[in-house]
């Protein structure tokens, strides 16, 4: 089965940092997905994504975050001044129609 | 918003042993996924299954969409079943996202 990809699979920064989670989605689908689980917690929805532009979100993603499909193949979460509370796993998803949702194995982001 | 309860919210097993975990949602879906999260936190892809029964290997699962239920069934469990489970939903509001359950931690003991 064809599988969606993120790197780095742990990524440590210090508060303030900025920092890129990165994402290759399966490669005839269209539609890609954020999603956030803060350790214990449930996985929450962050934003979607279709034909270049942000076609959802939660009000988790704020003007902190942003998100880019800078070439043909990756998919990109930035957040610009990360806080000790962005510790989380961070998932990205794609989907080639909107129903099936294919995840990632998730980024391990820890703030210092 | 859709409501997405799991249960039970912890189950502990022996080796060998079959559980059914129960996800109750609050509206109706066009998308129902079923994930298993291992211990290194990775999201597993079980079941794409917004109605209908599967089957892949030990695991089935069956969703009755009119009563807004789905079953996931874990027959002869197996050590490496241990992780929490999660059901995910997507409605129908014209919205993408899915929502998540809490999650059902299962531990299989040797």
């Known amino acids: 089965e064809p599988e969606v990809t993120q790197t780095p699979s742990h990524q440590v920064t210090q508060m303030g940092q900025e920092v890129i989670l990165r994402c290759v989605p399966i490669s005839n689908h269209l539609y890609f997905y954020w999603y956030r689980q803060i350790l214990g917690q449930k996985v929450e929805f962050l934003v979607s994504f279709y034909n270049n532009e942000i076609s959802e979100k939660s009000e988790i993603f704020d003007d902190q975050f942003s998100v880019e499909r800078p070439d043909g193949s990756n998919f990109t979460l930035k957040i610009r001044s990360t806080k000790l509370e962005d510790s989380a796993m961070y998932f990205c998803a794609s989907s080639e129609t909107r129903d099936r949702k294919y995840f990632g194995p998730g980024t391990r982001l820890t703030v210092l | 918003g859709i409501q997405v309860e799991q249960s039970p919210p912890d189950l502990i097993l022996q080796e060998g042993a079959n559980s059914t975990l129960r996800c109750n949602f609050s509206d109706s879906v066009n998308n129902l996924q079923w994930f298993h999260q291992n211990p290194w936190g990775q999201l597993i892809n079980l079941f794409y299954i917004p109605s209908g029964t599967k089957q892949n290997g030990r695991l089935s699962a069956t969703t009755v969409a009119t009563e807004r239920y789905s079953l996931l069934y874990i027959s002869s469990s197996q050590t490496t079943d241990s992780g929490v489970y999660f059901c995910?939903?997507?409605?129908?509001?014209?919205?993408?996202?899915?929502?998540f359950g809490k999650g059902m931690k299962l531990t299989v003991n040797p």
């Open positions: 995910a939903v997507g409605g129908k509001g014209g919205s993408e996202k899915l929502v």
